[in-house]
């Protein structure tokens, strides 16, 4: 019989393969669409001298196309669930210069250190166990992750942020969620299908014990107006954590 979690999972894909045509429209202005992101990672790509990349989540490629601009001598590889997704990505000629696989980030198909860096756009927060996804990254990933995602605390307004910050620091964020929910633990919405309360921030300490630097940065359009820049300023973080000397 299907599980709470295998049903929420069916809907996902569901959602993707019905709206896998109009992907990138619908998505153009999330993760891999942001211009000003892609600075910073080609300054992390080119830091850490990266020859070859797993982007986790892949869907039609568009990510995959960005860094081949960044790192075009580098091997590049995808990996996505969906198959609807995944055949416009070959429509889209993405074979011509990368890799596919069609399986899922929380089990990537690859040994430990298998790419120098390993990244993610907007995926996490569609994901019930987000850090069981960032543990696998970092296991495959030999110089460096990027997380690029959501910030649940840089959004609402800022009465609405303090309160989310303290709930998550005193353990009742959870509790609060399952209610506002209806003991589901996710959301639905036609623009984004189904997604769940994430915060870059919740993968910190994962990042931070295998990092040896862990610079975050906002990718979204709000000034930064506080000490707390961008963990309550700022709707999307992009986390960049880098090993030194591998």
């Given at each position: 019989?299907?599980?709470?979690?295998?049903?929420?999972?069916?809907?996902?894909?569901?959602?993707?393969?019905?709206?896998a045509?109009?992907?990138?429209?619908?998505?153009?202005?999330?993760?891999?669409?942001?211009?000003?992101a892609?600075?910073?990672?080609?300054?992390i790509?080119?830091?850490?001298?990266?020859?070859?990349?797993?982007?986790?989540?892949?869907?039609?490629?568009?990510?995959?196309?960005?860094?081949?601009?960044?790192?075009?001598?580098?091997?590049?590889?995808?990996?996505?669930?969906?198959?609807?997704?995944l055949?416009?990505?070959?429509?889209?000629?993405?074979?011509?210069?990368?890799?596919?696989?069609?399986?899922?980030?929380?089990?990537?198909?690859?040994?430990?250190?298998?790419?120098?860096?390993?990244?993610?756009?907007?995926?996490?927060?569609?994901?019930?166990?987000?850090?069981?996804?960032?543990?696998?990254?970092?296991?495959?990933?030999?110089?460096?992750?990027?997380?690029?995602?959501?910030?649940?605390?840089?959004?609402?307004?800022?009465?609405?942020?303090?309160?989310?910050?303290?709930m998550?620091?005193?353990?009742?964020?959870?509790?609060?969620?399952?209610?506002?929910?209806?003991?589901?633990?996710?959301?639905?919405?036609?623009?984004?299908g189904?997604?769940?309360?994430?915060?870059?921030?919740?993968?910190?300490?994962?990042?931070?014990?295998?990092?040896?630097?862990?610079?975050?940065?906002?990718?979204?359009?709000?000034?930064?107006?506080?000490?707390?820049?961008?963990?309550?300023?700022?709707?999307?973080?992009l986390?960049?954590?880098?090993?030194?000397?591998?």
């Open positions: 019989m299907p599980t709470v979690l295998d049903e929420a999972v069916e809907i996902q894909r569901r959602y993707y393969t019905d709206t045509t109009r992907y990138e429209d619908m998505h153009a202005n999330e993760g891999a669409g942001d211009p000003f892609h600075k910073y990672v080609r300054a790509l080119e830091l850490v001298e990266a020859k070859s990349v797993l982007d986790v989540g892949t869907a039609t490629g568009r990510g995959l196309r960005a860094l081949r601009n960044l790192v075009p001598d580098a091997f590049l590889c995808g990996i996505e669930p969906v198959p609807a997704l055949d416009i990505a070959r429509r889209n000629d993405i074979l011509r210069f990368g890799s596919l696989v069609r399986g899922s980030g929380m089990a990537l198909p690859f040994a430990d250190a298998s790419f120098d860096v390993v990244c993610e756009s907007a995926v996490l927060h569609h994901v019930h166990d987000p850090n069981g996804m960032v543990q696998e990254m970092l296991r495959v990933a030999k110089k460096a992750v990027l997380i690029m995602d959501s910030n649940r605390f840089g959004q609402g307004a800022f009465p609405l942020r303090i309160a989310k910050l303290a998550y620091k005193t353990g009742t964020w959870d509790a609060f969620n399952w209610i506002r929910t209806k003991g589901k633990g996710y959301r639905i919405t036609p623009g984004d189904l997604s769940y309360s994430y915060s870059v921030y919740d993968s910190y300490p994962l990042l931070a014990k295998w990092a040896d630097r862990l610079v975050m940065i906002p990718f979204s359009e709000e000034k930064s107006s506080s000490w707390f820049h961008p963990l309550l300023t700022s709707g999307g973080v986390a960049c954590a880098i090993r030194e000397n591998t």
